[in-house]
Nanobody, 121 residues
Framework: QVQLVESGGGLVQAGGSLRLSCAAS????????MGWYRQAPGKQRELVAH???????NYADSVKGRFTISRDNAKNTVYLQMDRLSPEDTAVYYC???????????????WGQGTQVTVSS
């Protein structure tokens, strides 16, 4: 059993910052990709950023230069630092992780429950 728990969401004014955290727990040997997705009302869930186990990163064009993804492999935790937030960033943010249970086993994807980020104008 693997659980991902997000925290750090909330209500902020445009131009403000938030830092999201996602901690994975349970039967984990290794986590490959970790990423953040978001879903606004009436829209599809979209990738915000992801980071590999080697700490290579990728960002959606809409957040480049404003958001920073990082991870702590020892803590099985991924972070998303969000700066210069705008109302367009308002969404539920979901953590995703590709988890390996055993060294020779496959990776399986898991999702967190989501955390609301609301940016007021």
């Amino acid at each position: 059993q693997v659980q991902l728990v997000e925290s750090g969401g909330g209500l902020v004014q445009a131009g403000g910052s938030l830092r999201l955290s996602c901690a994975a727990s349970g039967s984990i040997f290794r986590i490959n990709l970790m990423g953040w997705y978001r879903q606004a009302p009436g829209k599809q869930r979209e990738l915000v950023a992801h980071v590999t186990s080697a700490r290579f990163t990728n960002y959606a064009d809409s957040v480049k230069g404003r958001f920073t993804i990082s991870r702590d492999n020892a803590k099985n935790t991924v972070y998303l630092q969000m700066d210069r937030l705008s109302p367009e960033d308002t969404a539920v943010y979901y953590c995703n992780a590709e988890v390996v249970y055993r060294s020779t086993g496959p990776s399986l994807g898991f999702w967190g429950q989501g955390t609301q980020v609301t940016v007021s104008s």
